[in-house]
C-alpha cells in the first residue's frame, strides 16, 4: 500500500490519486464478488444456520443471521449478482440505446431532432422513482422486465448528454468534409463522432449505473423491485427491517453495501484524470 | 422587462404544457397496459362473462384508447379524478386529507432544508479548501451517493435506537399535543432534510464558486474589500439566480424523497397513497397520484428555468 500512496502515479499515460485507485479496488472487488458469488458464499442462501434470528457478527456467521435465521454472509454476496448485474444490463442499454439516438439527432438534425428531443425531455420530467412505480405496476418485476424498465428511465438522460457533446463536434470541419465525401450517417457517427466523445460518455456511463443502482435499490425496498427468494441489497433491507431497533447487521450490512459501491463510482469518476473527465476533449 | 424575455418566458410556459400533455399520455398508457381485466379483476372469479361484458360496456372498456384518454382529460378539467377501484371512493376524497399531509411534510423540510443548505453552501464557498469546506463536500457527495431509505435508516438507528430521542414510526393521529406532533414529524423531516440539502448545497456551492472567480470579484479585492463584504456585495447579488434555481431544482428531489420516506415512517400521504395503490393495482388512483407528482415536479423545473432566463442580466 506503501507504494501506492506515493501519489499521484503513473499508469498507462494517466495519473492516478490514492482515492481513485482505492475506489477502483472497490468496483473490481464487488465485480470478482458477483461473478464469483455461487463459489464463494459459505452457506446455500436459503439454508437457516441460526437458532436465533437477528443473530449477531460471531466466528462463522461473519455478518450475523437474518429475520428467518439464514446467514447474512452469503446473502449480501449473491445479491451483488443481482444489484450489479441488473445494473450493468440496464445502463449498458440506458447508455448505447442514447448515446446512438443522441449521434443520430445530432447529425441529422432538421425535424427528427426535434422531435425526438422533445419528446425525451419530456420523459425526463417524470420523477425516476414515479416512472418506476407506475411502469413495475404495469409490466411486473421479473428480471428482464426490471432490466427494460430501468434502462427506458434513464435513455433520456444518456440522449440529452451524448446530443449536447455531438452537436458541437458536428460543426468541426472534418464532418463537413465527410459530409461532402458523401459519407453514410452510420459512418459519420461510428467514425468520426464516436471516437470523439467516447470518454466523457464513459464517465457518464459511470454516474448514471449509480442512478439506476439507487433507484433499483429504492424500488426493491418499497418491495416493487426484486421479488422473492431473489433478492438484491434494497430486498435485503426490506426484509431485515425489522431488525431496525436491534440495530441489527442485517439490516445494516446491506446499506453498506450499497454505499461502498456508489461512493467508490462516484469517487473513481471525480478523480479521473481531466483528460478523460472533460466535456470538451 | 422587455419584450425578449418576455418571449422566452412564454415560450417556456408553452414548453411546459406540452411536456405536461405527453407526461400525461405516458401515465395514461403505462396504467392501461396492466395486466389483467379490470372488469374482471373487479367482479371477482365468479363473474358471469354476461356481467363482465356488461361491466366493460358501463366503463367504457371498449372504447379505443385515445378516447378513454381524452374522456379521462375532460374529467380532470372538471375536477373529477375518477372512482378508485379498491375500495369504490372517490380518489378525490382518498387523495384530499393526504395530499395535506404530504405538502405539511414538504413544507416543513422546505423551511429548514433552504436556510440550512444556503447557510452551508455559501460558507463553504467562502472558505474554499478549508478543513470545514472538505468535510461539507465530503458529507454531502456521501448522502448524494447512498440510497434515501439508507439515510432514513441510519436516521432510526442514531437518534430512536441510539440516543432514544425519538419514536421509529410516526402517525399523525396520535398526536395530541405540541411536543407529540414535533416527535411524529421530526424523524421524516430530518431525512428528507438531508437528502434536500446535500443536493442544494453542492449547487449553492458551485454557483458561488463560479461567481468567486470573476474579473469582478477579483477587482473588489483588489481594492482592498473585506472578504465579507466581497462576497456579500459582489458575488451573492449575481450568484442569487443559480441559487434560487438550484433550490428550485433541489426541491425536485423531494418527490422522489417523499415517496420512500413516507413509505419507511408510515406517514399517511398520496407517497404512501400511491405505492400501495400500485402493490393492489388501483388504476385510477395511481394515474391521479403520479400526476400531482408530475405536476409538481414540472411546476419546479419551470419554475427554476424561468428564474434562470430572468436572472440573467443579458436577456434583462
Aim: a neutral charge.
Amino acid at each position: 500500500m506503501a507504494r501506492v500512496a506515493a501519489s499521484p502515479r503513473s499508469f498507462l499515460g494517466h495519473s492516478y490519486n490514492l482515492v481513485g485507485v482505492v475506489a477502483a479496488l472497490v468496483i473490481l472487488a464487488w465485480t470478482l464478488i458477483a461473478i464469483f458469488a455461487p463459489a464463494i458464499i459459505p452457506h446455500s442462501i436459503g439454508d437457516i444456520v441460526d437458532d436465533d434470528y437477528f443473530g449477531p457478527m460471531r466466528q462463522g456467521l461473519w455478518l450475523g443471521s437474518d429475520y428467518l435465521g439464514r446467514d447474512m454472509l452469503s446473502r449480501v454476496l449473491m445479491g451483488a449478482r443481482y444489484t450489479v448485474g441488473i445494473s450493468l444490463a440496464a445502463v449498458a442499454i440506458a447508455c448505447f440505446s442514447g448515446v446512438v439516438l443522441g449521434m443520430v439527432a445530432a447529425v441529422t438534425g432538421g425535424w427528427l431532432d426535434t422531435c425526438l428531443s422533445r419528446f425525451l425531455d419530456a420523459m425526463n420530467s417524470i420523477p425516476s422513482k414515479l416512472f418506476g412505480l407506475v411502469v413495475v405496476a404495469a409490466v411486473g418485476s421479473s428480471i428482464p422486465a426490471l432490466i427494460l424498465t430501468l434502462a427506458v428511465i434513464y435513455i433520456p438522460g444518456a440522449y440529452r448528454f451524448a446530443r449536447a457533446l455531438a452537436v458541437n463536434i458536428n460543426t468541426m470541419d472534418f464532418m463537413t468534409v465527410a459530409r461532402v465525401r458523401g459519407e453514410s450517417t452510420a459512418y459519420l457517427i461510428g467514425s468520426e463522432i464516436l471516437p470523439n466523445i467516447i470518454r466523457p460518455v464513459l464517465a457518464d456511463f459511470g454516474l448514471r449505473f449509480v442512478f439506476i443502482v439507487l433507484l433499483l435499490s429504492g424500488l426493491s425496498f418499497l418491495g416493487l423491485g426484486l421479488q422473492p427468494p431473489l433478492a438484491d441489497w434494497g430486498a435485503l433491507v426490506r426484509e431485515n427491517i425489522g431488525g431496525l431497533p436491534f440495530a441489527a447487521p442485517a439490516v445494516i450490512i446491506p446499506s453498506l453495501a450499497i454505499a461502498s459501491l456508489t461512493i467508490s463510482v462516484n469517487l473513481l469518476i471525480d478523480n479521473l484524470p481531466q483528460k478523460i473527465r472533460d466535456r470538451d476533449t | 422587462m422587455t419584450s425578449g424575455v418576455l418571449n422566452l418566458v412564454l415560450k417556456r410556459l408553452a414548453i411546459a404544457v406540452v411536456t405536461l400533455l405527453i407526461v400525461l399520455f405516458a401515465v395514461f398508457f403505462a396504467t392501461s397496459m396492466l395486466p389483467g381485466d379490470t372488469a374482471s379483476i373487479l367482479l371477482g372469479q365468479a363473474a358471469t362473462p354476461e356481467a363482465v361484458a356488461g361491466l366493460r360496456e358501463a366503463m367504457h372498456l371498449n372504447d379505443p384508447a385515445i378516447l378513454r384518454f381524452l374522456r379521462w382529460l375532460l374529467g380532470l378539467l372538471h375536477g373529477d379524478l375518477g372512482t378508485s377501484y379498491a375500495n369504490e371512493m372517490p380518489v378525490a376524497a382518498l387523495i384530499g386529507g393526504r395530499f395535506v399531509n404530504t405538502m405539511e411534510l414538504a413544507g416543513i423540510t422546505t423551511l429548514l432544508s433552504v436556510p440550512l443548505a444556503l447557510t452551508l453552501g455559501i460558507t463553504a464557498a467562502m472558505l474554499r479548501g478549508s478543513l470545514y469546506d472538505r468535510t461539507v463536500t465530503i458529507l454531502s457527495i456521501g448522502v448524494i451517493s447512498v440510497p434515501e431509505f439508507m439515510v432514513a435508516t441510519l436516521a432510526v438507528l442514531l437518534f430512536a435506537v441510539y440516543l432514544k430521542w425519538l419514536p421509529a414510526l410516526s402517525s399523525v393521529n396520535e398526536a395530541h399535543t405540541l411536543t407529540d406532533l414535533v416527535r411524529i414529524y421530526a424523524m421524516p423531516v430530518i431525512t428528507l432534510t438531508f437528502v434536500i440539502s446535500a443536493q442544494m448545497i453542492r449547487m449553492t456551492r458551485a454557483a458561488v464558486i463560479e461567481t468567486l472567480s470573476t474579473p469582478y470579484v477579483e477587482m473588489a479585492l483588489l481594492k482592498g474589500a473585506s472578504r465579507g463584504r466581497m462576497v456579500l456585495k459582489h458575488a451573492l447579488p449575481n450568484a442569487l439566480g443559480p441559487i434560487v434555481n438550484a433550490v428550485a431544482l433541489s426541491l425536485s428531489y423531494l418527490v422522489g424523497g417523499v415517496i420512500i420516506v413516507e413509505t419507511i415512517f408510515n406517514y399517511p400521504g398520496i407517497a404512501k397513497l400511491m405505492v400501495d395503490a400500485v402493490a393492489t393495482r388501483d388504476l385510477p388512483l395511481i394515474q391521479s397520484c403520479a400526476m400531482i407528482f408530475c405536476l409538481g415536479y414540472l411546476l419546479l423545473i419551470t419554475v427554476a428555468d424561468i428564474i434562470a432566463i430572468m436572472s440573467n442580466p443579458r436577456l434583462r
